[in-house]
């Protein structure tokens, strides 16, 4: 005859949220043939036999202990502070998606031992749902309404409805409650309007919209035919800067060479010493084809006293020097070497 007994094994499965808390219960009824210390343990059965089973939550000789489990720290405990009171269930708390597992709980108390195991699922809600457009929104053109969430446990299911307008979906259209795509053919303008998509699952719900325009079809080729002459009036622009450029450019550089040639043909002017060198050198080859017996008719006339105005005078305005009146200059001082000068005779000719 057993005297222990576990009472609560109506509710072997649970799912929940995660986020959520759970109460795994495990509630026992104990009699006078049980007279041994109480033991309660929680202990997690891993989904591969191989492995060992993990000890999560244990009361003996009248106490608690919670450290077994580190994945768990801080997130169970006893239902009942004082589980002597035939109540031994187990509260886990802000769950998560690795805690789903098999959960067993053990009751002794000698002579009777009793047990029982439960199904914990923890799902996670449909979570960053979006709605998107794939396809020309035009008369008569087929596309499809998406609608996916990023977060999720399955199974997840997509449900399509409509906003505005009727608020039914066209009689056209096709919706897939797996893949979450809602698909028109053959669109018209009726079809215009907001779209709600609905995601699902055994623990929650999330939501997203989209705006659906439906309009008459692009005339194609009046843009390509505007994009082609924009492209030839960019062109023409570009070609009439560049030009404009080299034409400005050729100026700059005509002036430039016109400016530096007037400046380099402007003759320097002449100075009183290189005129009286003129006049000199002039002199020297007049005096050269004279013979030295020549030179005792001039006088010697020295450099300093030759008129200031004879210097300033071309050679075509110098006065023909008589031979018999014109002293010839002291070449000596003048570093000159002396030469023969011709004489005139009483008649005139060249002796």
Known sequence: TRSLSITSLDQTMFEKAQGEKVTLPCTFVLTEEDEGPLDIEWVLIPADNQKKEQIIIMYAVDRIYNHYYAAMTGRMQFTNPDPRSGDGSLDILNLKSADTGTYQCKVKKAPGVQSQKIQLTVLVKPARTKCSIEGSQEIGKDFILKCASQEGSPLLSYDWRRVSGTQELPATSVLNKNTGELLFKNASQDYSGVYSCVASNRVGTDECSVELNVTPPINTAGIIAGAIIGTLLGLSVLAFLIVFCCKKHREKKYEKEVHHDIREDVPPPKSRSSTARSYIGSNRSSLGSMSPSNMEGYTKTPYSQVPSEDFERTPAQNP???????????????????VMIPAQSKDGSIV
């Open 320 to 338: 023909t020097f008589a031979p018999s009146k014109v002293a010839a200059p002291n070449l000596s001082r003048m570093g000159a070497v002396p």
